[in-house]
């Protein structure tokens, strides 16, 4: 059995969790009934199964071929494959209706993303950046290059990425050295080597936009001396059609871990023909846009991946037989029982459930609030949305990447041998899913964003309203005897997120480094905070379904999950932060040289 | 700068924290004084630099090439540099010298594992199995096969292999199928089919040993009727050279995520000539001594990748320059700081150094104990280190493959994007340790062993014993300003270790399944009681250098990264503690269907 999309988990979660039907006063909203998302879920996840996972181990053995005009050839199928994913509409699913999208809120986007990037991460890549460049032009870009960019971009006609790298710079972008000349006409001259760019060559698209960060001739130095362009592949003609020849080329493929279908390219820009999107050493504001919109798509990502190597672990679980239960024999007319029977292997798959279903709560209902950051019409709700959405980004980036490696891992382990050799899919999973803790902001990174950046923005407005709404939440449901474990549950995390905010707010002022040296923990400690609150109003939602006398299994099970995170996830919680409590000193005590 | 062995710890663990001089009345320890041992250390630390180390890079991307005629070619320059390890003498370090072994103490052979298999694992494999094969003979064999295999085992003249997988058997070697029919001249005819063969077939050495699990015909069923069979690929004759070829043969080897200079074979037997080693249906206790010791050698394995992978990353993070520190620039001359100026890079390589240097401590002292149950005079001793061999087997198996493969991976995170490349060595390190997790019993076997097996044997006495040693270092040393922090945050992890043992006797007498559950978290905890104890010991070591005048700061440095792990690894203790406390319930409570 290959992978099964998890639609019934999504629309629990669109319908009984976030109850999304009460935003049908909502633009998207409104052309989406729970009906309509169903066939459009039921559709994407088809499709998914049938079409992209057949081609995911295909594409990791094969990988991407460079020759030697440049051109880079994607692994078998996957031509094929882009090209009923364009008929089928699906790049343009969340895109905006003015540029021939469909418009559908981003938390039901999010549902189709999760399933093609479970099937194939490799190929879901693709239309993972080009959606990406989309988004900057929308934000950034005249109505003149959103008029010819974003219909074909929207549409995936087009293909798009993102040019930052270069070899001395990723995660410092001030030391960029990629130049931008004015032309004359309008246009820049660029030229500068970018390396590691995600789909920057390859034979799906009929063009390929790519926004290029670079420096103009005697911008600033630093971070304020950065502007963004559009550098085509083929350059427009007056048509809006693909034309000459740009002068940007593909010098090479990055051998890697994993994503192998994916081209990782070293891009060389010789005085091609770009375009600035927006103002003159403003470019990283409006790279962000697509950088902030990438980060969480990374984070379900490696939410993807460990639902995926999750599946193929219970499959193998139930399918291999191998020693007895200890409770007695399961299946006494065998020659054993299936490995589902040993506590240590349950352990694995349990965790793996424990954190998978809470992730995708989490980031859907942070995609919920990306919605609602756009389209409601109380300017409060607004800002929450957008405070959310600053604020969880990070943790879901690295919260859930980390996790989603660490399944992929543990679906390895109950694979036994198996798992290592490359006949099962335990591998593939746990080397693509590796990418995630780096690309976008390496995980530390995001922690950084979190405790120096997101924390004490607006006065921590954005962390107190999270911690408020779960007080709010802790105080309407204790009284509850069927939510009180969840109650509790989330009320004691709480309390430990709380304890680590107050005190890096007050070490981190003498020394910022007292703040850093504990981010990465205090991320975590966030994201079960997180969990926490997603296994509360998931068990929220179950109880009243079994109180409806809804007999579905479903529901019941989802109790135990939950409980299981409040027993065996949790209690990492209080680990975290006393971690977060140490401060910088002994992180930095020893000298550089005894390294 | 490429791997640089640690013969710096090595010696300061030999000299100051084992003592090992204290020993010279011993059989092994005579004939190696300090001077010798470092001597020695130093010319396996340069073997291992110079000549195993380029060739790692090597052996990943060649892999071994399995030949039409059943023959498999090594990866280039695996063939001299073996040559050349034989030559040296290193395959019979810790070998007897009764046949023809050097005869050297195991805890001192176990610093020479290290540093062969961090600069090539896949290499060290081929000798590493040989030298089970020679313990498996040592053990159970006859003076006869013991006068005709061990000396060629013992100086790598000759190779050895494990032939205990087959496709429907793992971990359950009850279900194994191989059969052995009585030949009527003493020997047996071998028929079946082996998988997963590490150094299976190969071009290093003139033959190849196997040691082979299979049924007698007529032996009962499970785990009662297997035997352990010699099977030589070259039969031996009259002189004990290699003579006619044997019925046993390579099929094809295992494509696998890493390890790829390790061949790893499927072996037929078609009526293969073998001779019984020991009695009939007794073959597994026999296998033990091979598994046991190869269970160790795998612990180390997971250390020694680590530790090849920390050093690449701290190296990195020494060159790589990015970003500026929080505190004010620490490069202000160059472009950027390097990024060991990041607290959380720091805490990444700090977390490596805290658990590598103690989990070094901690398979040395144990192989130290080996040592004293095979020679020391004093019986008590001898059984409290049969005892400690015993019941740490399994947490050092475990728990330094977990955290090895956890600083692999942390490792490839300082590297940033460059580590996901096949450029850097991070991948592979990350990819070749993964395995250490699965071979030799997986970690969850080893979990289940010593819950179930090792605690409990001969009333607790291995574990009364270990924590009534703990008692009294504390009890020693807690009056000592200087060493106070590392008594307490010993005192404290051994009060969960016990709390968790007594919940563990208490609770799985009701339901085996409650211990078994919470087994995984119990290997944990008793790893991080272990390396607490074990920079007990080193604190003390160090502390008594410092106090005696000794300025080198190597002294100041360990006592830096100590208190690092008492900050900042051993709070996960308290969640081991309360996961294990949970028990069966939750773990198991889902109906299969519902996976």
């Not at 088809?46 to 030697?68: I, M, Q, R, Y």
């Not at 021939?100 to 549902?111: E, K």
């Not at 919920?368 to 800002?383: F, I, K, N, T, Y």
């Amino acid at each position: 059995m290959s992978y099964q999309p998890p639609v019934r988990e999504h629309l629990f979660l669109l319908r009984d969790v976030l109850q999304i039907e009460k935003y049908a006063n909502l633009p998207g909203f409104a052309d989406a009934p729970l009906d309509l998302v169903e066939q459009i879920l039921t559709e994407a996840a088809k499709f998914s199964a049938e079409v992209l996972a057949p081609l995911n181990a295909v594409g990791d053995k094969h990988g991407c071929t460079w020759n030697p005009d440049g051109s880079v050839t994607t692994p078998p199928g996957f031509k094929e494959a882009y090209k009923q994913f364009v008929e089928g509409g699906w790049p343009a699913l969340g895109a905006d209706p003015a540029f021939g999208g469909q418009g559908l809120p981003a938390v039901i986007a999010m549902a189709s993303n999760e399933m093609s990037s479970s099937a194939n991460m490799a190929f879901s890549m693709y239309p993972g950046l080009t959606h990406g460049a989309y988004s900057a032009i929308h934000a950034g870009g005249s109505d003149e290059q959103k008029a010819l960019y974003l219909p074909k971009l929207a549409s995936g006609q087009w293909g798009g990425t993102m040019n930052l790298t270069e070899p001395q710079c990723g995660t410092d972008l001030g030391l960029i050295r990629t130049k931008a000349a004015p032309a004359g006409d309008g246009s820049y001259r660029i030229s500068g080597q970018k390396i590691w760019i995600s789909s920057g060559e390859h034979d799906l698209a009929e063009n390929i936009i790519h926004l290029v960060l670079a420096r103009i001739e005697g911008a600033p130095g630093g971070t304020r001396g950065i502007s963004l362009f559009i550098v085509p592949k083929f350059l427009p003609d007056a048509d809006g059609n693909p034309g000459a020849r740009n002068q940007v080329s593909c010098l090479g493929l990055e051998e890697k871990m994993g994503i192998h279908g994916n081209a990782t390219c070293v891009m060389s820009h010789e005085a091609a023909t770009g375009w600035l999107i927006g103002e003159e050493n403003r470019g990283l504001a409006i790279m962000f846009v697509m950088m902030n919109e990438a980060r969480l798509g990374v984070g379900m990502q490696g939410l993807a991946q460990g639902e995926a190597a999750y599946q193929a672990a219970a499959q193998f679980a139930k399918e291999r037989l191998q020693g007895r239960s200890l409770t007695g024999p399961k299946n006494p007319d065998g020659p054993a029982d299936s490995i589902l029977v040993h506590p240590d292997v349950r352990r694995m798959l349990m965790d793996a459930r424990a954190v998978l279903e809470a992730g995708r709560a989490f980031i859907f209902w942070t995609a919920l609030h990306a919605d609602l950051a756009q389209s409601d019409p109380d300017e409060g709700v607004r800002q929450k949305g957008e405070d959310y959405m600053a604020l969880l980004t990070p943790v879901l980036k690295s919260y859930l990447t980390e996790r989603g490696f660490q399944v992929a891992s543990d679906a390895m382990q109950v694979h036994g041998g198996s798992g290592f050799t490359e006949h099962f899919p335990a591998s593939q999973y746990l080397r693509d899913s590796r990418i995630t803790l780096i690309y976008e902001g390496t995980n530390g990174v995001q922690a950084l964003d979190l405790v120096g950046r997101k924390l004490p923005a607006n006065g921590g407005r954005a962390v107190s309203a999270f911690m408020a709404e779960i007080d709010a939440f802790v105080a309407a449901h204790t009284a509850d005897a069927a939510m009180k474990p969840f109650a509790d549950g989330l009320a004691g995390a709480k309390a430990q997120l709380q304890e680590a905010t107050l005190w890096l707010m007050q070490n981190g002022f003498a020394n910022p480094d007292n703040a850093i040296a504990g981010s990465s923990d205090y991320l975590r400690l966030f994201g079960l905070t997180g969990l926490a609150y997603m296994w509360a109003l998931m068990a929220k939602a179950a109880n009243d379904k079994i109180a409806a006398g809804d007999a579905d299994p479903f529901y019941a099970n989802k109790l135990t999950v939950g409980r299981y995170f409040l027993e065996r996830v949790l209690p990492d919680a209080g680990a975290a932060l006393a971690k977060v409590k140490t401060g910088a000193e002994t992180v930095m005590a020893l000298p550089a040289e005894a390294f």
